[in-house]
């Protein structure tokens, strides 16, 4: 029985006669025929270096093993995913980072490897089998990890985004998490602090709270705590595509006069200390220009301005 081609055949039509002429050009200086300089040149840019290394390479299925054990002794799948989706994010991994080649890869892979286990931890929890090549995608996202700002930013617009604020919460904590075992500043910040003379703002996400969902806190000093515990409220500062609510079953929710002689939703302090929530409006969270520096800013002046006009 003859053997399968493990080839496929194309006819072309409709190339550009200056390219015809170029490709006449090279053929003659490299003794090449036109049709294999055009399949190599196809080869070059169309291979899946990615696939093809996970599938052959003994070292990952040796880390595919160990990710296994380090699960509870969980099987490795030994078929690979093999879908459109796939080769796109591997043809765009490939660009990110620059792979040109087998010996790229490998050295990625050696380079990461203390580092695959922490990923697992991160995307296999409760998995029952660890999907082929595993290793080597953990290596390459440890890769990015370990990249500057906008090569992480890439790798999620062009790679990993979801249309989910949890996902991009996610994806910015697990690149820290791998971050911090280098020793590497945060790229994404979950928490802002800012102290000033009346006292300290904290802004952060409670773990129970989706991204684009933000807590601020405020402790008044003491010596300006017992000047605020009577009057009116504070008004929430207007920003574009921010939303406030405070809770008034706490006491810190209130209705405040505004300038214009009716009422608004504001906060107030008890026992020198105020809470209250701040969303993302009409817009994610990653695309939301009012970032969280700004509505810290912009909640310490309004503090700032309404205990001025209750010292006048």
């Known amino acids: 029985m003859a053997e399968e081609k493990n080839t496929v055949d194309y006819t072309i039509r409709n190339i550009p006669k200056d390219v015809d002429v170029t490709l006449s050009h090279l053929s003659i200086l490299t003794g090449t ?7 190599d040149k196809i080869i070059e840019m169309f291979t899946d270096q990615i696939k093809t290394f996970g599938m052959l ?12 054990q380090h699960l509870g002794g969980i099987e490795v799948i030994k078929e690979s995913l093999d879908d459109h ?10 660009k990110l980072l620059d792979i040109q080649g087998h010996d790229d890869l490998q050295h990625i892979l050696v380079k990461n490897t203390p ?38 930013k890439k790798a999620w617009d062009n790679i990993f985004r979801k249309p989910s604020p949890a996902r991009y919460y996610s994806f910015y904590s697990h690149i820290n998490e791998l971050r911090r075992q280098r020793q590497m500043p945060p790229l994404q910040s979950w928490e802002y602090n800012q102290q000033d003379d009346f006292g300290h703002t904290r802004l952060f996400k409670p773990d129970d709270y989706d991204y684009g969902a ?12 017992a000047d605020t515990e009577t009057g009116p409220g504070i008004t929430f500062p207007d920003l574009p595509e921010r939303l406030f609510n405070a ?24 026992n020198g200390r105020t809470e209250f929530d ?7 969270e990653e695309r939301n220009e009012t970032k969280p520096g700004i509505v810290m800013t912009a909640v ?7 205990l001025a006009v209750r010292q006048r």
């Open 278 to 284: 701040v969303y993302s409006n009409g817009v994610s």
């Open 247 to 270: 809770q008034q079953e706490k006491g810190y929710g209130c209705a405040v006069q505004n300038e214009q002689g009716g009422t608004e939703a504001g906060f107030r302090f008890v």
């Open 115 to 152: 580092y695959l286990t922490i990923r697992a931890d991160q995307v296999l929890k409760n998995m029952l089998a660890v999907p082929k090549a595993s290793s080597l995608w953990f290596a390459l996202f440890a890769e990015i990890a370990f990249s500057d700002e906008e090569t992480v």
């Open 300 to 306: 310490a002046t309004q503090v700032k301005n309404w």
């Open 85 to 94: 989706y796939g080769t796109k994010w591997n043809i765009e991994m490939c």
């Open 214 to 225: 933000w807590r601020i806190e405020i402790t008044l000093a003491p010596e300006v705590a």
């Open 33 to 39: 025929p036109k049709s294999v300089i055009i399949r």
């Open 57 to 68: 390479s003994p070292l990952v299925d040796a880390l595919d093993q160990v990710i296994a």
